[in-house]
């Protein structure tokens, strides 16, 4: 376009996708790997298999906080908003790891309600009412009417608020008024871990302009994930089984348990950073004090990030070693590293 400024949706698109995560610097060869035969031999991508992983993990981590000083800590929850075209694998990934590793293994062996369905303002609400101080888990699959709702194109309050999210994000407490006694019901923390797939051109015509006017703060805290796609045959996909048989984890249904076990059986687990994690954490921190409120929210994810990584990443490593030992209580400089490579793009934050 020749407006300063403007820019189509295809070239907003095209330079999403070039923003690849540089794989090499933020795993192991071992998780790569494995990543990349299992989201193969699924039928999906890597990037969406962290982007529906990364917010089932960090509901499962629960009341987790990092502590990066006395005083100041950092709860784990994340959202991530996920965009690809169809058949790009964004509901095989949602299958592979929320629907099969939660709601069919986890939640019926824990016996705890995980993973909310009903992705209403009363049925998120309801969902905090009933489960006792967990966070609750949202994934939504092609949400772009959903979206709609809660940036106000339709006449109706049937999803969360923006406001409501924002909350929701920093864990605020959530109280109402109900029934004929106006009795007052709620929790002291509400959190929600979500994850909404969609299509890119809709979203990004329909729903992105809303969210930027707004201005609120709601678009900073998602994490976007916009990969490029690329094809498999049938051939590819069958080898990529048989490799993925081979390393003796096929799914993600052991390593949920251990982070949910680990973490659910207590009031709340405290990481903290090692002092080489706590100078880089620091350094981005100062580096961004003249920036915008998007920086402040990426400081806010980069935390929540290296919570995730760190604990999901050492089970996977030590699932495929085939050893169990106690996730050591310090993130690395390495995770802290690894978490500032894989935070969002700004690509999408544009003036339409």
Known sequence: MAARGIVSIETIINEAKDCSIPWKDVSSQKIDE?????????GTCKEFILASSFPAVSALLGNTVVEIFDGFEERANVYILALGGPSSGKTQSHKICVTEPILHNLETKSGAELLLEDATSNGLFNFFLRSKNRVALCTIDECHEWFKTVVGYKSTSSAPSMKRLLQCYDGSHWYENKG???KRMGVPSAALALTCFTQPAAFLLMVMPKLVSNSNGLLDRFLLCL???KSATISERIEASKKLKETNLTSLDKLYERV???HNSSDKVIYSLEEEA???YVRHNENNLSSDSSEAK???NIIRLAAIVHVFFNVLEQALDQRVQEI???ISAQTMTAAKLQRTSKVCHYSP
């Open 260 to 262: 949910y076990a680990k």
């Open 278 to 280: 706590l100078d880089i």
């Open 298 to 300: 990426n400081d806010k």
């Open 328 to 330: 050591s209580a310090k």
């Open 180 to 182: 004929n006694t106006n």
């Open 227 to 229: 990969p490029l796609i």
């Open 34 to 42: 494995w990543l990349t035969t299992f989201a193969l031999a699924k």
